[in-house]
């Protein structure tokens, strides 16, 4: 069955600095990664989908990798803003088309 | 932007009640799913739906959970006898089904708040 872990589950950081969000996964055959972000009590918005036989992808100030084999995702964060606030969600397709996701990072961007 | 809506946005209710839950996919969108997120917890897969029939379901959607398309455009979650432990935020997805199953997003509403007293 596969597991989805996020590390750390929390972090605060000051505005301008560079972070990464890591996603690990125990079962390495995906079809595709999504990273979303949670805003609290409201939806999930996709932010960038990466497919099993990509590396990266990258939307503005965001960036993910890809390490299939390894079972890791991690989401980089350029020059963070305190909009970038929010709870940063990973999830992997595994099977036919369900996601299966990870707990979360809290991110708090002081100003 | 097209996007995933969903009613109520907050429902509160009797433990045994039926409740449906409500939701309008993306226009031309052929695959509709459920989730639901316990309050601290996961996000978990509960239903997809395709062609007018449940393609995919996880061990949560038990019989007391059913889907329905009653027309063109609305999507709807049942549960026949709440509990409890259905006390959750249920969001509804929707993908286009023509991407390809590795290249396909699945959008999220916003969720529908669900209180089980």
């Known amino acids: 069955k596969q597991e989805v872990t996020q590390i750390p589950a929390a972090l605060s950081v000051p505005e301008g600095e560079n972070l990464v969000l890591n996603c690990s996964f125990t079962?390495?055959?995906?079809?595709?990664l999504q990273w979303f972000r949670q805003d609290p009590g409201k939806g999930l918005t996709s932010l960038l989908l990466?497919?099993?036989?990509?590396r990266e992808q990258t939307s503005g100030r965001l960036n993910a990798s890809l390490d299939k084999s390894s079972g890791r995702s991690t989401l980089y964060i350029a020059a963070s803003q305190p909009g970038d606030s929010a709870t940063y969600l990973c999830?992997?397709?595994?099977?036919?088309?369900?996601?299966?996701f990870g707990s979360g990072t809290r991110l708090q961007v002081q100003p | 932007e097209p996007e995933v809506t969903q009613t109520p946005s907050h429902q509160v209710t009797q433990m045994g009640q039926e409740v449906i839950l409500r939701c309008v996919p993306i226009?031309?969108?052929?695959?509709f799913y459920w989730y639901r997120q316990i309050l601290g917890q996961k996000v978990e897969f509960l239903v997809s739906?395709?062609?007018?029939?449940?393609?995919?379901k996880s061990e949560i959607f038990d019989d007391q959970f059913s889907v329905e398309r009653p027309d063109g455009s609305n999507f709807t979650l049942k549960i026949r006898s709440t509990k409890l432990e259905d006390s959750a935020m249920y969001f509804c997805?929707?993908?286009?089904?023509?991407?390809?199953?590795?290249?396909?997003?699945?959008?999220f509403g916003p969720g529908t708040r669900l209180l089980v007293l």
């Open positions: 990466i497919q099993s036989s990509q």
């Open positions: 739906f395709y062609n007018n029939e449940i393609s995919e």
């Open positions: 226009s031309n969108h052929l695959y």
């Open positions: 997805a929707s993908s286009s089904g023509l991407a390809g199953v590795i290249q396909e997003t699945q959008y």
């Open positions: 079962d390495s055959a995906i079809y595709n």
């Open positions: 999830a992997v397709r595994t099977g036919r088309r369900a996601l299966t």
